[in-house]
């Protein structure tokens, strides 16, 4: 299994410009989240979702927009790039919960590689 | 609402010095609790975690971490580090229905 990916690593936007964060998973997980990871306050959660066609938002949804119509793929779409938005940005999967018994795994979220943007 | 709490967030230790980062957690809701690592350039990867039973937890590598309920804390430690421990940990704990919020991050830097 390859896990959770994300494309692209690195990315320059200018203000105003558009762009899609991909992310996808092959592990079956039907929990997707996005989170980005500015220095000093952690991972804040951007948009979720519990399962294909189903999204919601997290704790800082302003200015980007998800969508999930498959069970593998759940892109971030920033629709005009701002200089707040540069960070980095990780998603990640986890399976629901009791997932064939294992309750253990209940929460435990498998995060993607992450990608670097800047805005300019 | 949920938190977590580090209050240390730069540690800076010698080569076989002990470790003890703080993670205290809010009062209510699920009480699954997590320890990530994020190795510079890396993504976060699980170090271990919390769900019940044995309050003490061993993890990858030589960590481990103990829950105490009457502290509302989950405080990581090893007692021997490395300079390849040198990265973020963040603490972490369900926001939500599969939903996580971390903790502010412990960046430590280990020298040789």
């Known amino acids: 299994n390859a896990g959770v990916t994300q494309t692209p690593k690195f990315q320059v936007l200018k203000t105003g410009q558009s762009m899609t964060l991909q992310c996808a998973q092959d592990?079956?997980?039907?929990?997707m989240s996005w989170y980005r990871q500015d220095p000093g306050m952690g991972l804040r959660l951007i948009h979720y979702?519990?399962?294909?066609?189903?999204?919601d938002q997290g704790e800082v949804p302003n200015g980007y927009n998800v969508s999930r119509s498959t069970t593998e793929d759940f892109p971030l779409r920033l629709l005009s790039a701002a200089p707040s938005q540069t960070s980095v940005y990780f998603c990640?999967?986890?399976?629901?919960?009791?997932?064939?018994?294992?309750?253990?795994?209940?929460?435990?979220?498998?995060f993607g590689p992450g990608t670097r943007l800047t805005v300019l | 609402a949920q938190s977590v709490s580090q209050h240390n967030h730069h540690v800076i230790l010698s080569e076989a010095a002990s470790l003890e980062l703080g993670c205290n957690y809010s009062?209510?809701?699920?009480?699954?609790l997590f320890w990530y690592v994020q190795y510079p350039g890396q993504h976060l990867q699980l170090l271990l975690k919390?769900?019940?039973?044995?309050?003490l937890v061993k993890g990858i590598k030589g960590f481990e971490a103990e829950f105490i309920k009457s502290k509302f804390s989950f405080n990581l430690r090893k007692p021997s580090v490395q300079w390849s421990d040198t990265a973020e940990y963040f603490c972490?704990?369900?926001?939500?229905?599969?939903?996580?919020?971390f903790g502010a991050g412990t960046r430590l830097a280990v020298h040789p």
């Open positions: 979702s519990v399962g294909a066609g189903i999204t």
């Open positions: 919390y769900f019940s039973g044995d309050p």
């Open positions: 972490a704990r369900p926001g939500g229905y599969n939903k996580l919020i």
């Open positions: 009062y209510g809701g699920t009480v699954n």
């Open positions: 592990m079956n997980h039907e929990y």
């Open positions: 990640a999967s986890s399976p629901p919960q009791g997932l064939a018994g294992d309750v253990s795994s209940y929460n435990e979220q498998f």
